[in-house]
C-alpha cells in the first residue's frame, strides 16, 4: 500500500491534500457591493482558497448608486476561474455551490435573452425616494406584511423605478417578457443557464412585496406597487436544490442561498435565539435571532426571515447602519488622510482620544434607528488643538456608537440580553475599534478565526442542502474564535462618552440641507 508523508507539508497543504483524496469541496460566492469573493471550503469548515474581483459603482447623481449587472455576472465567472486554478480542483470535485449578495440590490432582464433593460439599482441608492413619498400613508400596512418601512433601500420601488424609466416597460412587464431578481436571482439564472428564476426567502423577505407572517409573495402589495407577479421569482429555503450549473467543465446543484447579512448570522452560527452578529463593511448590520415567532419593532428596527429550514422558519431583528467602514473610506479617498484603509488605525492611534471631537457620518441619512433620510454628516467638538488624527479616532468611534444604538435596541424590542457580540467584516480587523465597540457596549466581542462568514454562511447552507454537513452540530465544529476582545473603559467613562454621541446626532439631525 502506498504511503504518503506530511513531513514537509504546510497545515493548508496538508489539509488540502486530505480533501483531495475525498475529492469534495463546497464552492461558496459571496457577490458584495464593491467586490465579489469565492471561497473553496473544507469539510472540517476550513477556507483552503480564495479569489476576489472589484465590482464598480456608478454615480450618475448625488445619492444614486449603480452597477452594470453584467459585469456582475463577469466578476462571478472570473473569481470561480481564478478558484479553480488557484487550487487545482475542478467543479467535479465540488459538491455544491453556495451564493450570498448583497441584498435589495433590484435588476430586471428580459426573460427571452437573459439580457439585462436597466443598470442594477443598488441598495445604497436613494434615487427612487420620490416613489416612496407615494406609499409613506400606507406604511403601516405595510409593515404589519413585512416587517420593513417604506424606504428606498428596498427593491419595490426600484422595480417600480427602472419599469416606469423604460420603454414600454409596463406593457412588458404585464406581457411576461421581464423578469425581476436581486442579485442572486441573476447569478442563479445564468450559472442555470435560464433554467431558474429562483429566490430564497431571506432575500425575497427584503423587497416589500414578501409576506413574511404568511411566507408568500404577498398580492395586495403586488397590486399596491403595480408589479405584475409573473415576474417575481420562485422563493425557496435556502438549503433547496436550486438548479443545476454547468460551466467550466462541471454540473454541480446549487443548494445554499442567502442574502449577505443573514448568511453571516448563519456563517457565526448564531443558531439560538439571542445570538447576534454585526457586520462592519461598507454599512454595518447588525442581526439577533428572535426565533421562530416573529416580533415587530415599535422603534425603527426591521423585523426580517433569517432563513427556513426543514419547513422552520427563523426570524431576525435586524438594524442597519448605512455609513460604517464608507467613513474611513472618505478619509482616504476625499480628505488623502491615509493611502489605505488598513492604515486608519496607526492613524488615529497617533492621539489617545479624539480630543472631544464626535463625528456623525450620516453622508446618506441616517438608518436604524433613526431612519432620517434628511440629516447630513457632521464634526462636532472641533478645537484650535483638534487634529486629523483625533479626527479619524473620532471616525472610528462613530462606527461603534452607531453599532450600540442599534443593538440598545434590539435588547429592548426582543426583551433579550446581550453576553457576546459576534463580528466579522473588514473593518472588524481594526483593534482599535473592536477595542471600543466592546468598551461602549460593555460586552465581549468575538472575531472568527475564518473573517468570511459571510461567505462560510451560504457555504455553510449549501453542505447542509446536500449532506456535506449532516447536521447544525456538525457545522457549529467547524467554527472557531480567533481573537476576543473584552471591556477594558471604566462603565462610567463609557456611558458620558455614549451621551455626547447622542447629543451630537441630535444637533446633526436638527441641520437639515432643504431648510438652509
Known amino acids: ?34 467586490s465579489t469573493r469565492a471561497i473553496l471550503i473544507s469539510k ?32 462571478v ?19 455544491a455551490i453556495g451564493i450570498t449578495n448583497q441584498r435589495e440590490t433590484t435588476m430586471v432582464w428580459e426573460k427571452k435573452t437573459g439580457k439585462a433593460i436597466a443598470n442594477a439599482i443598488v441598495w445604497q441608492s436613494k434615487q427612487t425616494q420620490k416613489i416612496c413619498d407615494r406609499y409613506v400613508s400606507k406604511e403601516n400596512m405595510i409593515r404589519k406584511k413585512t416587517g420593513l418601512r417604506v424606504n428606498p433601500y428596498f427593491s419595490a420601488s426600484k422595480i417600480r423605478y427602472i419599469l416606469e424609466h423604460t420603454k414600454n416597460g409596463e406593457e412588458r412587464m404585464n406581457k411576461g417578457e421581464l423578469l425581476f431578481g436581486t442579485v442572486d436571482s441573476w447569478i442563479i439564472y445564468k450559472m442555470t443557464q435560464g433554467k431558474v428564476h429562483a429566490t430564497d426567502v431571506s432575500n425575497a423577505s427584503r423587497t416589500l412585496l414578501y409576506n413574511i407572517f404568511e411566507m408568500r409573495w404577498d398580492m395586495d402589495l403586488c397590486k399596491l406597487f403595480d408589479i405584475n407577479p409573473n415576474m417575481l421569482p420562485e422563493v425557496k429555503e435556502n438549503t433547496a436544490d436550486f438548479g443545476e450549473a454547468s460551466f467550466f467543465g462541471g454540473h454541480v446543484h446549487i443548494h445554499g442561498v442567502a442574502g449577505d447579512q443573514q448568511s453571516a448570522l448563519f456563517g457565526q452560527c448564531c443558531f439560538q435565539k439571542g445570538e447576534s452578529k454585526n457586520t462592519y463593511g461598507t454599512g454595518c448590520f447588525m442581526l439577533m435571532n428572535i426565533g421562530e415567532e416573529p416580533v415587530l419593532s415599535k422603534k425603527g428596527l426591521l423585523t426580517t426571515v433569517a432563513w427556513k429550514i426543514n419547513g422552520v422558519t427563523t426570524y431576525a431583528l435586524e438594524g442597519s447602519v448605512f455609513i460604517g467602514g464608507a467613513v474611513v473610506q472618505w478619509l ?70 452607531q453599532s450600540k444604538d442599534v443593538i ?73 474564535s480567533a481573537k ?23 444637533a446633526t439631525r436638527v441641520f437639515k440641507v432643504k431648510n438652509v
Open 77 to 95: 465567472v472570473d473569481v470561480i476561474n481564478e478558484l479553480l486554478i488557484k487550487s487545482g480542483a475542478s467543479m467535479n470535485e465540488v459538491e
Open 332 to 401: 482616504r479617498d476625499e480628505m488623502n488622510w491615509f493611502k489605505d484603509s488598513s492604515l486608519s488605525e496607526e492613524y488615529a492611534s497617533r492621539k489617545p482620544d479624539t480630543a472631544g471631537v464626535y463625528f456623525v457620518p450620516a453622508f446618506v441619512g441616517l438608518g436604524t434607528p433613526y431612519w432620517d433620510d434628511d440629516a447630513r454628516g457632521a464634526i462636532f467638538g472641533l478645537t484650535r488643538g483638534a487634529d486629523r488624527h483625533n479626527i479619524t479616532r473620532a471616525a472610528l468611534y462613530g462606527i461603534a456608537y
Open 408 to 480: 440598545d435596541m434590539m435588547k429592548k424590542e426582543a426583551g433579550l440580553d446581550l453576553k457576546v457580540l459576534k463580528v466579522d467584516g473588514g473593518a472588524s480587523a481594526n483593534s482599535l475599534l473592536m477595542q471600543f465597540q466592546s468598551d461602549i457596549l460593555g460586552v465581549e466581542v468575538r472575531i472568527p478565526k475564518c473573517a468570511e462568514t459571510t461567505a462560510l454562511g451560504a457555504g455553510y447552507l449549501a453542505g447542509l442542502g446536500s449532506g456535506f454537513w449532516k447536521s447544525l452540530e456538525e457545522v457549529e465544529k467547524c467554527h472557531a
Open 1 to 34: 500500500m502506498r504511503s504518503f508523508s506530511f513531513k514537509k507539508k504546510s497545515r493548508k497543504s496538508k489539509n488540502l491534500f486530505y480533501n483531495r483524496i475525498m475529492r469534495k469541496y463546497i464552492l461558496s460566492i459571496d457577490q458584495g457591493t464593491t
Open 484 to 506: 476576543l476582545y473584552y471591556p477594558k473603559m471604566d462603565p462610567k467613562e463609557s456611558k458620558k462618552l455614549y451621551q455626547g454621541w447622542k447629543a451630537a446626532v441630535k
Open 44 to 75: 472540517t469548515g476550513e477556507k483552503l482558497f480564495h479569489a476576489q474581483r472589484d465590482v464598480r459603482c456608478l454615480y450618475p447623481k448625488p445619492g444614486w448608486v449603480l452597477q452594470d449587472p453584467d459585469q456582475i455576472w463577469i466578476s
